[in-house]
């Protein structure tokens, strides 16, 4: 089954200082084998929730979400996936093969270390310590962690928020890379420009998904 993700109809509701807050509403779409799938919105749309229900790690209020066929809230730990949210992880002092070393230990059945980095371009980087790093090295050694379990679904939160233009060229050379090896890639954005990279895109605006159409004449406006 090509079918990876399949979210329908879904609605989720937050507290919120001043009361109860509908942060998404109606949001529906699929994600296929190999399919990179971008949710495109402004900062507070609600993209990054919609990877928390993926992930399993937030339950929606109204609606359904299946991952391979699987409930991610219910079963948690039947969902092999990879997400890295934007403010990535601190690895202050260690190399980049002791950060992923390190990932293994933590992981069954994990990837070799070798593996991990060729799939990310990080392969001749093993040696160099995390402060070392450009951002855009940062962010693919967290694409790097989240491949060492087997994942062949990776939730990404802004991968590409703050890089410079070469950083950029090479996350998605990255993604292209691992979307043709089947990996299914479902990624937030408030660029744009972004999309271009993506095989189907979302526009999300205040927790409702609009026509793409309807954005563009909203921005010339």
């Known amino acids: 089954m090509n079918r990876v993700i399949e979210v329908r109809d879904l609605y989720v509701t937050l507290g919120r200082p001043n009361g109860m807050v509908e942060a998404l509403r109606g949001v529906s779409f699929t994600v296929d084998r190999g399919e990179i799938h971008a949710l495109l919105g402004r900062l507070g749309a609600g993209k990054t929730t919609v990877l928390e229900v993926v992930s399993g790690l937030r339950r929606p209020t109204h609606g359904a979400v299946r991952v391979r066929g699987v409930d991610p809230y219910a079963r948690l730990e039947a969902v092999k996936s990879g997400t890295v949210w934007r403010e990535g992880g601190l690895f202050p002092g260690l190399t980049v093969a002791e950060v992923v070393d390190t990932w293994r230990r933590w992981t069954l059945d994990p990837i070799t270390r070798h593996e991990a980095l060729w799939q990310v371009g990080l392969g001749a980087r093993s040696t160099a310590r995390f ?29 590409a928020a703050g890089l410079d233009a070469e950083a950029r060229r090479q996350m998605w050379t990255t993604l292209r890379f691992l979307a043709a090896r089947g ?11 972004d999309v271009r990279i993506a095989d189907k895109f979302e526009v999300i605006r205040a927790g409702r998904m609009i026509d793409p159409r309807v954005e563009q004449r909203l921005r010339v406006a």
């Open 131 to 159: 402060e070392e790093l450009s951002l855009g090295e940062r962010r693919r050694l967290d694409l790097a962690l989240a491949l060492i379990g087997r994942s062949d679904l990776l939730l990404l939160d802004e991968p």
């Open 183 to 193: 990996v299914a890639i479902l990624f937030t954005t408030s660029e744009p420009d």
